[in-house]
């Protein structure tokens, strides 16, 4: 296994000459950020709280289905190039395990980038829609549950894409799908009063006040009406040497979904999917998107 100090030069020589890079900060090099927006300052606020992070890391992204689900996509990252974006303290590498050559790991948070280096990430602090890399370098590009936490979607999704050489992946998943979060009516209202019901049902255990409104700062498209659609990765990818598929899911199955098979979303998104006007049984209902574009070789 490298040191910390043999991964940071490995991380060297896939940094742009241009990139105004910060190596003196001990383990984690921080690129400067010119235009430091609302949403990362939420986004840096919320998972810089210690307990919060690691509340996030034991809760999302550990279960099963994802862990198939994105090991079915991936295939085999052993001896590769990984970029993670939006790593977070380390969930993806975490769940997955394998041996990368590098895994580098995006953040904006530096506290999650501790967490994430305990686990394996060779880390960097940079803003998603601006990185500090050179192009083409990277065998698997990975973006999870990130897009909807970035002022602009479609720069971060082809910051991620120019890092990808020919024939290697970009993989996202965990962004809203649009059509499946259109709340409206009485769904809009089920919506809007849903907080005090998480609280009543949970017995005291739903998480504070503060740490709620913190971390819906930091969903900037993760509301009603916002989120994603198929044709978005389709329209930005392709016309980059990219060939795209797209799969809906409902978070409930792992490498079926790769087949077509989105799965049933739990009753609480069902009811107040009904409540809109939507059906629930249709892949434009399914909770979030799963990308993989493979970069063609010419």
């Known amino acids: 296994m490298l040191s910390i100090n043999s991964k940071l030069l490995a991380l060297r020589q896939f940094i742009a000459k241009d990139a105004n890079v910060d190596w003196q900060t001990g383990s984690i090099p921080i690129?400067?950020?010119s235009n430091f927006t609302p949403a990362m300052e939420a986004?840096?606020?919320?998972?810089?709280h210690p307990e919060w992070a690691k509340g996030y890391f034991k809760a999302c992204h550990r279960d099963q289905v994802f862990q198939e689900r994105w090991q079915s996509a991936i295939d085999c990252w052993d001896d590769k190039i990984v970029v993670d974006i939006g790593c977070g303290p380390g969930n993806l590498f975490a769940t997955l395990g394998g041996s990368p050559r590098l895994m580098i790991g995006v953040d904006i948070s530096h506290t999650s980038l501790e967490m994430a280096q305990t686990v394996g990430y060779t880390p960097i602090l940079a803003d998603a829609q601006n990185l500090p890399f050179i192009d083409s370098f990277a065998d698997i590009v990975v973006v999870n549950a990130t897009l909807h936490h970035c002022d602009d979607m479609t720069k971060t999704l082809l910051q991620a894409a120019r890092l990808v050489r020919p024939g290697g992946l970009l993989i996202t998943d965990h962004d809203p799908q649009q059509t499946a979060w259109n709340w409206k009516g009485l769904g809009m209202l089920l919506?809007?009063?849903?907080?005090p019901i998480y609280r009543l049902l949970s017995g005291g255990n739903f998480m504070s006040p503060e740490e709620h409104n913190a971390m819906l700062a930091t969903e900037t498209y993760h509301?009603?009406?916002?989120?994603?659609?198929?044709?978005?990765?389709?329209?930005?990818?392709?016309?980059?040497?990219?060939?795209?598929?797209?799969y809906p899911h409902n978070h409930t199955l792992g490498a079926e979904v790769l087949q077509g098979n989105y799965g049933r979303s739990v009753s609480k998104y069902r009811?107040?999917?009904?409540?809109?006007?939507?059906?629930s049984d249709l892949p434009e209902a399914a909770l979030s998107l799963m990308c993989i574009a493979k970069r063609n070789l010419r």
């Open 191 to 195: 919506y809007k009063i849903r907080v």
């Open 43 to 48: 986004n840096q606020y919320y998972y810089d």
């Open 31 to 33: 690129c400067q950020m």
């Open 223 to 246: 509301k009603p009406g916002h989120g994603l659609t198929p044709q978005f990765y389709y329209q930005v990818l392709e016309a980059r040497g990219f060939t795209v598929k797209v």
């Open 271 to 279: 009811l107040s999917q009904w409540l809109s006007g939507i059906n």
